[in-house]
């Protein structure tokens, strides 16, 4: 979505929502009497009109008059009694800047990032920032009838129905799908989707002029569901699909934590519907995911890091760190642009970023590229599920995917043979074991393709070698 930002600081050309920001507190400032928007959002407490009562009131009541701010984020261990979202954080919320993170609405008209440049410069504020807006436009999505033929050669190039033979997944394995929603009904995912949530918060003035909100845009709640987009359902299809009509999902036997922060708009001209969602809103869905026991995440949207301004701290960096700590295997896409740069949260480090191939193996001409993309996926013409049948999708939001059913797979296997896994080691053997590109080495787009069998057939070697003389007495790996 591009517009013009009056309410942007010089030389921020990326959208921001005109009448909201994020600021991060220096470690021991934020109030603790500052609720979370779970709780605002319920109507459990109101938003808070203070925040320190001294430099950061008074610069905010000087750019925008009165205003709203919330916690961003909930407490991982948010008691039960209502009101109480934003106690009990632990040392690990506390040092990654999850207890700290407050959202303001400010009156429209305000000046956003300069507003944002004056508050980062208070010693009690670690970071202030405009409320980026993250869309997924560029990727195809075209509906196909079931049983499309073509879909199993996307399978075939990173050899599934072989990495299935070895390891058929685990339905206690959770991926965190942070995406546009899902079709709950739809009869690939009888037993795949947990409960999840809706973290979507727009309001029509926070989107430009011409572009549409469609259906719930303004509160959170429990229900993740995706009427318009079917970006979510694109990537769930690939993840955990049941096979029905299409090929299994690549995760095999995962669950999926369902978490809609992508929002539906209308373009101005267009006929199709696209996934839109605040930097805020996207960040609130990962915490939650984790908290709610996601294992790997998938996270299919992006922000251009030319597009940021010069002094802007780059958007999921806090979110991502909590999830590392916390254990989690973090998978994103590298990007629709064809160029050579960086998308966050793809290129954060210890994120697994993944680029695009097509069916012949060789890198898809949209496909970012950079030295932080660790290997590439399939990603034109995906057979795959849609909010009503099946489609076709293409953009390495639907690459990511068959990396994180991968990922799943190997958490799978190694529970299986009870050994844990980190996400230095998955993103380690899936570069180890990637498959040659079509053409030979191609620049930017990682150590090769995705190779599932190969990953699982390392992933053993690897356990049978530390548990050494032990493995052989017991006759290798329990294949259940």
């Known amino acids: 979505m591009t517009a013009a930002t009056p309410w ?39 938003p808070a009109t203070a925040i320190d009562g001294g430099p950061i009131d008074r610069i905010t009541g000087e750019f925008a008059g009165a205003f709203r701010a919330a916690r961003l984020f909930s407490a991982a261990r948010e008691p039960t009694m209502p009101g109480a979202a934003h106690l009990g954080f632990d040392a690990t919320e506390q040092m990654t800047g999850m207890a700290r993170t407050l959202v303001l609405r400010v009156p429209a008209g305000t000046p956003v990032g300069a507003l944002c440049e004056t508050l980062a410069q208070i010693t009690t504020v670690e970071s202030a920032s405009p409320n980026y807006v993250s869309v997924t436009p560029f990727d195809l999505l075209a509906p196909v009838a079931a049983r499309d033929e073509t879909g199993w050669e996307s399978r075939a190039v990173v050899r599934m129905a072989e990495a299935h033979a070895i390891e058929p997944g685990d339905d206690a394995v959770m991926v965190g799908l942070v995406d546009s929603g899902i079709a709950r009904r739809h009869r690939e995912f009888a037993r795949t989707f947990r409960a999840g949530y809706d973290t979507v918060r727009l309001e029509s003035g926070d989107v430009a002029p011409g572009v549409e909100l469609l259906g719930d845009h303004r509160g959170n709640d429990g229900n993740p569901e995706d009427r318009f987009v079917g970006h ?63 294992k790997v995440l998938n996270l299919s949207f992006g922000t251009d890091d030319t597009a940021l301004g010069p002094r802007s701290p780059k958007p999921h960096a806090d979110v991502i760190d909590y999830a590392l700590a916390r254990g989690c295997i973090l998978i994103a896409a590298s990007g629709n642009n064809g160029r050579e740069t960086r998308y966050w949260p793809a290129a954060h480090p210890g994120v697994i970023a993944v680029g695009a191939v097509g069916a012949d193996k060789r890198p898809a001409a949209f496909s970012t590229r950079g030295d932080h993309v660790a290997l590439s996926a399939p990603g034109e013409k995906v ?53 040659p590109f079509a053409a030979g080495a191609a620049a930017g787009c990682g150590a090769g393709i995705l190779d599932g069998a190969a990953a699982l057939t390392e992933l053993d070697r690897e356990i049978d070698r530390a548990l050494g003389p032990q493995a052989e007495a017991d006759g290798g790996a329990d294949d259940g």
């Open 232 to 294: 979510g359902m694109g990537c769930a299809g690939i993840i955990a699909a049941e096979g029905r009509a299409m090929p299994r999902g690549m995760g095999g036997d995962c669950r999926i934590i369902p978490m809609r922060a992508l929002a539906a708009a209308r373009m101005s001209g267009k006929a199709e519907a696209v996934g839109l969602g605040a930097i805020s809103d996207l960040d609130m869905a990962v915490k939650l995911a984790v908290d709610l026991g996601a």
């Open 383 to 435: 057979l795959t599920t849609a909010i009503d049948g099946y489609q076709h999708a293409t953009g390495t939001s639907f690459a990511a995917p068959f990396v994180a059913g991968a990922a799943a797979l190997l958490v799978a296997r190694s529970h299986r043979r009870a050994r844990p896994i980190d996400a230095l080691t998955v993103r380690d053997i899936l570069m180890r074991t990637a498959q």
């Open 8 to 46: 942007a600081a010089p030389g921020d050309r990326q959208y921001s929502l005109p009448t909201s920001l994020v600021l991060k507190l220096a470690l021991g400032e934020a109030p603790e009497g500052i609720p979370a928007i779970r709780d605002v959002a319920r109507r459990v407490l109101p």
